[in-house]
């Protein structure tokens, strides 16, 4: 459960921080701050890191081929770039919170199995214990007769 709360405010966090992007870039900020704030968040969780692996790495390369650019001198390819690497990194996002979503899902599922698997054997253990039930209703039918037979027999002189 605990494991579930972490992962739950990771996402938040990341779903917030790419939110807040377009704010954040008119008052002057880029894409890059953003996207490394998202993409740290990410990461500090193994699950999330794993699962979003591939994104985390062409975001990272966004970044990198943005930082190459912008020392070359070229103006609009470095946004272009960092614009590119913030997709990367809501794409990361999302495959976290997929992943999250697939984990609960299964242990939902599991759960599942586990009451069937409980109310198979209490219809298993209602069945056993009504064909005693008829079993003994037989026995004690038996007996009713038999003593009925021997009371008749001891009522003839």
């Known amino acids: 459960m605990l494991r579930l709360a972490k992962t739950a405010t990771t996402g938040l966090i990341v779903a917030l921080a790419l939110a807040s992007g377009p704010s954040a870039r008119a008052q002057g900020k880029s ?6 704030s998202a993409l740290e968040r990410i990461k500090e969780d193994p699950d999330a890191r794993s699962v979003a692996a591939r994104a985390i790495a062409e975001a990272e390369r ?13 103006t ?8 590119l690497a913030r997709k990367w990194a809501q794409s990361a996002a999302e495959l ?16 599942l199995l586990r009451a069937q698997e409980r109310r198979l054997r209490a219809r ?12 003994a209703r037989a ?11 021997h009371s008749a ?3 003839k002189p």
Do not use: F, I
Not at 31 to 36: A, P
Not at 124 to 135: G, N
Not at 139 to 149: F, I, P, S, T, V
């Open 76 to 83: 609009s390819l470095p946004q272009l770039l960092e614009a």
């Open 96 to 111: 976290a919170r997929a992943h999250q979503a697939e984990d609960r899902a299964t242990a939902v599922e599991r759960q």
């Open 62 to 74: 966004a970044l990198g081929r943005a930082d190459a650019a912008r020392q070359a001198g070229d």
């Open 31 to 36: 894409d890059r701050s953003d996207v490394l």
């Open 124 to 135: 298993a253990l209602l069945e056993e214990a009504m064909a005693r039930v008829e079993r």
């Open 153 to 155: 027999k001891d009522a």
């Open 139 to 149: 026995a004690l039918g038996k007996l009713e007769r038999e003593r009925g037979n």
